[in-house]
């Protein structure tokens, strides 16, 4: 994106990927997202920051990917009335974070709708979590609240409502349905029921420790939030990481996404009448599982990889175990994908079933897995690959239809893709070191790490502090951006449906609820 016709002046942003950063003036602001969306970009994320202790009012920060990398728009605006232009417009994503962003700061978007969606009364309406001179330990008698949820009238429509607590082990979420019939005319959600105070959490801890807090932020994608959060802190301390390291990490990222996927495939047959496919599904994302304990001391591989590099390292016993796995599922995923191609009962679920043709998945910045499953070829691991993919040719999977059977060839694709990457890596696997010190990190940097996890990509923001604490940190989940798409996903499919076409998305509560 050319930002001179604007007027902007970019400068480089510590970043594992191309990255500049620009300040602009409101209008600058609305004009550069119009460009970026012309130019096929999409919003990756936004966010503010409270800077009033050094003299500098609010930033609000507002990160684009094109073509090219990744823009950082910086819009100040000095203490007051305080207020930013509403970019719903452009980017329909933006709604839902322009709204959590002023649950948290007070600093509201200049748009209709104002409605909280991170605030779930647990705490005073006038105070706000991300102010630096908010009382973090402070405790308060939750309050109540009635949300405006939109409704549709007329004769036959009934509404559904679902959740917030659901059956089995899930997270809370609220939706939904009008309905005429069994047909969904409407659906809406309601996010935010176990805000964790995840950003407010990183300004008590150390730029050396905060990945273990950042692993944790959506326990099935904690390599790629992990990964992430070490690339915006090695970049801003300059930090050279092993060559080992680095492939370890993409062993690790990609052992993730086959076990994520190996689950979503057995349950979203198991969504479609078809108990076999969990069966079988199950068996297989437990087997991973056990190596994962076995080989890196974590079924979920949690907190290995750190700033500087991994935490653990393979040794030639482990190599051979996790090749023989290869095999195995190799041959155990083609042939249980044979069976449900051949399925009729399981196609006719999957086929037309939950659509987001090409156009409507740009048009509302759909990213990930189910982005690809509707004509968006986008892959952090292709597009912007930093080692060892710039070495290993991704090969990417895109499909047009956009419907759950899109959505499950991308996953069987993407599994057999990753098998073949984590032999590569093994076959091509440097000596050397696992691990390197952490430099000492600058005061007031900012630095942004960004790694395409199973689900689509995960942003990492990090501004370092005062004696190498965290100032502010913010991650941002690709499910910020694509469960606003599962509410048209539904639209003119019948209520029964909604299972499966959720779980087709598999969109992270917890990477969410921040």
Request: proline fraction near 6%; aromatic fraction near 8%.
């Amino acid at each position: 994106m050319n930002l001179s016709p604007l007027g902007l002046t970019a400068a480089a942003l510590p970043s594992a990927i191309p990255a500049r950063r620009a300040s602009a003036s409101s209008g600058q602001l609305i004009a550069a997202c119009r460009v970026a969306w012309e130019q096929d970009g999409r919003l990756v994320a936004l966010w503010l920051a409270d800077e009033r202790d050094r003299d500098r009012g609010w930033c609000l920060r507002v990160l684009l990917q094109d073509a090219d990398g990744l823009t950082l728009i910086e819009h100040a605006m000095p203490d007051g009335d305080v207020h930013y232009p509403d970019l719903a417009p452009i980017f329909p994503s933006a709604n839902r974070m322009q709204r959590a962003a002023f649950d948290l700061t007070g600093i509201p978007a200049d748009g209709d709708d104002q409605r909280p969606w991170l605030w779930m009364a647990s705490w005073p309406i006038d105070q706000f979590p991300l102010r630096r001179d908010f009382a973090a330990q402070a405790k308060w008698q939750p309050g109540e609240e009635e949300y405006a949820f939109v409704r549709v009238a007329g004769d036959g429509v009934h509404e559904i409502p679902v959740g917030p607590v659901h059956a089995g082990i899930i997270e809370p979420g609220q939706f939904r349905f009008q309905v005429v019939g069994e047909k969904v005319l409407r659906l809406e959600e309601r996010l935010g029921w176990v805000h964790k105070g995840i950003e407010k959490r990183f300004e008590a801890m150390s730029v050396a420790d905060g990945f273990r807090l950042a692993g944790r932020i959506s326990g099935d994608s904690t390599v790629a939030y992990a990964w992430a959060y070490a690339q915006a802190a090695e970049a801003i301390a300059g930090a050279e990481v092993p060559a080992r390291a680095a492939w370890l990490r993409a062993l690790l990222l990609e052992r993730e996404r086959i076990a994520n996927h190996l689950g979503d495939l057995g349950y979203l047959g198991n969504d479609a009448g078809f108990a076999f496919g969990l069966a079988q599904f199950s068996r297989l994302k437990e087997d991973v599982l056990r190596t994962n304990l076995a080989v890196f001391g974590h079924r979920l591989l949690m907190d290995l990889v750190v700033p500087g590099g991994v935490a653990r390292d393979l040794d030639a016993a482990h190599v051979e175990r996790i090749r023989d796995e290869c095999a195995m599922l190799d041959r155990e995923v083609q042939a249980i994908r044979d069976i449900y191609n051949d399925h009729a009962g399981v196609q006719d679920r999957f086929r037309n079933c939950g659509r987001v043709p090409p156009a409507l998945a740009r048009q509302l910045g759909l990213s990930g897995l189910a982005g690809r499953a509707s004509g968006q070829a986008r892959d952090l691991r292709c597009d912007f690959p930093v080692a060892p993919y710039d070495a290993l040719d991704v090969r990417e999977a895109v499909l047009a239809d956009g419907d759950v059977a899109a959505r499950v060839a991308v996953r069987f694709a993407e599994v057999a893709e990753s098998l073949r990457l984590v032999r590569a890596i093994l076959d091509s696997l440097p000596a050397g070191d696992v691990g390197a010190p952490l430099p000492a990190v600058p005061e007031h940097r900012l630095g942004l790490g960004m790694v395409e996890g199973w689900r689509g990509p995960v942003l990492v923001a990090l501004t370092t502090g005062e004696g190498g604490g965290i100032r502010r940190c913010h991650p941002q989940d690709p499910s910020w951006a694509n469960w606003p798409v599962l509410e048209h996903a539904i639209i003119d499919n019948i209520v029964p449906d909604f299972p499966l076409i959720n779980k087709s998305f598999n969109l992270s509560y917890s990477g969410h609820d921040l």
